[in-house]
């Protein structure tokens, strides 16, 4: 796939230093989470020769499972195979393990990350698996925001950080979007006109591909304008990325924030990475990871080792032993056809709101994830363009069609015309009826 390429000659890379995240980003109940006592002295057990009396790891020898056996398709889901976990493998499956995640998935997805994101080890970076991006969302703000800060977020911007973000007590400025991405032209005037009597924002949150709810992928040029910004203005850019492998727009991709930050040279460490397994592989699972530097990962791994302790070992060995099986180019292949699905899908559902909603709403169809982000042509007026939610409660819902409100992904308290459409499980017909139904209650 043709490539962007960055204009010459490219700056030497500059790594932050970790004193800055220190002092600057993180927060304070950042500072002042200590280590975990036990899970902070694993380190020292695995050391050769130590016998450890640290852990409560519980005797696998009292559980009841012999082994773990799961039938597998191929990448371009042709013949059945089985995964079988058994013996050592098995133990460690049902066992406690590293809150940053089985060491040998970390390093294959720290592989991935230098193919795909094209970022070269020593660059002040690594990763660190967790129980899904959003629990990883979750910690990640807490780690950054402090009551009373504002955060940069993208309006609209994806409803399920609203209530992390209410929680802690921020305020928001929210940054027009458009079909390219995040207007920088507000960003600029958000970030220079600012009020010098409020904390200064040190966070840029974004879902750059296939953006949850509006379903658009930033371009290029915005996302270079995006990280000069974030540099001028000493900002960190929260990249959450669970749709980069489903997009289905046109080539060349652009490229990831923090491949970006490479390409573009200069200063590296300014993105904090969400991925996520959810979307591609399995969403039970709840596996997703971060990438970014160590000062940022290390509290938020600090975090985890008092909550959920780690990320389900079950779920990584299989994942791992899945891609050990599959290797990258058989995950990339696996992920280029579940991202044809979706275009697929995309294409069905466009062609029936083109068939019944044509002038009671308008959309651009996304080019990546599985949503799409209608203005409704409302009838009753609440406020200049009407209200979605009222809406949905009133007229919607009692025809049978369930839609996420746009309001949600406003964290302003804004009343919105626009609707999301999730078209991920609909069958062709479900959907005709669903965008019918809708075409009715309008
Ligand atoms: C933008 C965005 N971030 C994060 C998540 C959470 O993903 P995960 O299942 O990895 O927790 C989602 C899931 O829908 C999402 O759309």
Not at 81 to 92: F, I, K, N, V
Not at 417 to 429: G, I, K, Q, Y
Request: charged letters at 20%; proline letters at 8%; aromatic letters at 10%.
């Amino acid at each position: 796939m043709p490539h962007h390429e960055p204009p010459l000659p490219i700056p030497a890379l500059k790594i932050i230093p970790t004193e800055h995240y220190t002092s600057k980003f993180l927060s304070t109940a950042a500072r002042h989470r200590t280590p975990s006592p036990i899970w902070g002295l694993f380190s020292v057990e695995d050391q050769p020769g130590m016998i450890s009396m640290l852990a409560g790891k519980p005797n696998p020898a009292t559980f009841p499972f012999e082994h773990i056996t799961l039938g597998m398709r191929t990448p371009d889901r042709g013949a059945l195979t089985t995964l079988t976990l058994s013996d050592g493998e098995l133990e460690s499956a049902l066992q406690y393990g590293s809150t940053s995640g089985v060491p040998e998935l970390v390093r294959w997805v720290a592989e991935m990350m230098r193919s795909v994101h094209v970022r070269g080890e020593g660059e002040g970076w690594r990763v660190s698996i967790g129980a899904g991006s959003q629990d990883l969302l979750y910690k990640a703000l807490h780690a950054l925001v402090d009551p009373g800060d504002t955060i940069l977020v993208e309006g609209p911007t994806y409803p399920t950080v609203v209530p992390i973000l209410d929680a802690i007590g921020c305020g928001y400025a929210v940054v027009d979007v458009d079909g390219e991405g995040i207007s920088t032209e507000d960003l600029a005037r958000v970030l220079e006109d600012w009020d010098t009597n409020k904390p200064f924002p040190r966070v840029l949150y974004t879902v750059p591909y296939g953006s949850n709810p509006a379903g658009m992928t930033a371009t290029y040029s915005r996302r270079v304008e995006v990280l000069r910004l974030a540099r001028k203005h000493d900002l960190l850019i929260l990249e959450d990325d669970p749709y980069y492998f489903l997009y289905y727009g046109e080539p060349p991709r652009p490229p990831s924030y923090f491949s970006l930050e490479k390409m573009l040279g200069g200063e590296v460490g300014r993105v904090l990475r969400f991925d996520s397994f959810s979307k591609v592989l399995s969403a039970g699972f709840r596996l997703g990871w971060l990438t970014g530097p160590d000062a940022l990962l290390a509290s938020i791994e600090r975090h985890s080792a008092v909550s959920v302790v780690q990320p389900n070992s079950l779920a990584q060995l299989i994942v791992l032993r899945l891609l050990k099986e599959w290797g990258l180019p058989g995950f990339i292949a696996h992920t280029a056809r579940a991202a044809d699905f979706y275009r697929a899908r995309r294409d069905v559902l466009h062609a029936y709101l083109v068939k019944h909603l044509r002038g009671l709403a308008e959309w651009e169809p996304p080019t990546a994830s599985m949503f799409f982000w209608l203005k409704l042509k409302l009838k009753v007026k609440v406020q200049v363009e009407g209200d979605s939610t009222a809406f949905i409660r009133d007229k919607a819902i009692a025809r049978g069609v369930l839609l996420l409100p746009g309001a949600t992904a406003f964290p302003d308290g804004r009343t919105t015309a626009r609707v999301r459409l999730s078209f991920s499980l609909l069958s062709d017909e479900e959907m005709e009826e669903a965008v019918r139904r809708i075409a009715v209650a309008l």
